[in-house]
C-alpha cells in the first residue's frame, strides 16, 4: 500500500515523473484510460510549462482533454486537505486545552460547523502529551 501512496503522491507533485499506470481503482473508474490519459498529459508541453504549483497546476489541468486524470486528482487533493485540516484542529485542540484547560474558540471546525462538542468534557480523562 506505500508503493501505491508514493505513487499517488508523486502523480500528484509532479505528474509528469509519475508512472502512466500509477492511477488504479478506486481512484479511477478506468484504468486503461487513465493510463492513455497519463500518456497524453507527459506530452503535454502547454501543461509542463505552468508547473509551478500543486493547486495551480491542477486548476490548469482541462477536463474535457483529461477527464479520469483530472478526477483522481481532485479526489486526493480533497484527501490530502480534509486530512490536513483535520490534523491540524486536533492538534490545536489539543494544544489549548494543555496550556489553557479549554479549547481554542476559533478553529476551522467551529467556524464550519454548528455542532459545538464539550471538547473540556471529552478531554476530561485524557492525558496531554
Known amino acids: 500500500e ?22 488504479k481503482a478506486p481512484l479511477v473508474t478506468d484504468e486503461a484510460v487513465s ?8 506530452e503535454d508541453i502547454r501543461l509542463k510549462s505552468i ?20 478526477q483522481a486528482s481532485l479526489k486526493l487533493l480533497s484527501t490530502y486537505v480534509c486530512d490536513s485540516v483535520f490534523n491540524h484542529e486536533t492538534y490545536q485542540i489539543k494544544a489549548s486545552i494543555c496550556a489553557h484547560g479549554h479549547p481554542l474558540e476559533r478553529t476551522a471546525f467551529s467556524c464550519l460547523n454548528s455542532f459545538n462538542p464539550d471538547f ?4 476530561e480523562n485524557k492525558h496531554c502529551h
Open 2 to 23: 506505500l508503493q501505491l501512496k508514493r505513487a499517488q503522491i508523486t502523480f500528484l507533485i509532479d505528474p509528469f515523473s509519475a508512472q502512466s499506470d500509477c492511477l
Open 120 to 123: 473540556k468534557a471529552i478531554m
Open 35 to 42: 493510463q492513455i490519459e497519463m500518456i497524453e498529459l507527459s
Open 51 to 70: 508547473l509551478k504549483g500543486t493547486l495551480v497546476f491542477w486548476k490548469t489541468v482541462p477536463t474535457e482533454k483529461y477527464p479520469y486524470v483530472k
